[in-house]
């Protein structure tokens, strides 16, 4: 039995286990904490090695997106750089704490020293 038999005899047994009413719950972080969600069985194996990629699956998001959510505390940090020259660290309006949906929504944003000091058309509110 080569590899590829060999993933997909366990991409059948999954759907097998769900066929007969067994469920895949995962804990996914969150930003209040931790929540639980049910798993797809075809999403079993690649959250084995690739458990953010399937977070950003079910979140409906790209990796970059969920990874950066996670790095910024999943608060939306000010996209302003500072005087000198680093990341404005500050949340953005309506940004703390967010779920990884609301954080692609406003990612981009300013926060309220920055808002309008950069001049750009392209700020939404
Ligand atoms: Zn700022």
């Avoid at 904490?33 to 979140?59: I, N, R, W």
Wanted: proline fraction near 4%; include cysteine.
């Amino acid at each position: 039995m080569n590899k590829m038999d060999g993933e997909m005899d366990k991409s059948q047994f999954l759907c097998d286990l769900d066929d007969a009413g067994i469920s895949f719950i995962i804990s996914t972080p969150s930003q209040n904490g931790v929540d639980t969600c049910v798993l797809p069985p075809s999403k079993v194996l690649k959250f084995m090695t690739q458990p953010e990629a399937v977070y950003a699956d079910l979140h409906g998001i790209t990796l970059r997106d969920y990874l950066q959510w996670e790095a910024e505390g999943m608060s939306v940090q000010c996209s302003a750089r500072t005087k000198a020259g680093k990341r404005c660290k500050n949340v953005v309006a309506g940004g703390a704490s967010v779920n990884p949906k609301i954080w692609v929504d406003l990612h981009g944003q300013y926060c309220e020293v920055h808002n309008g000091m950069e001049g750009k058309a392209d700020i939404q509110r």
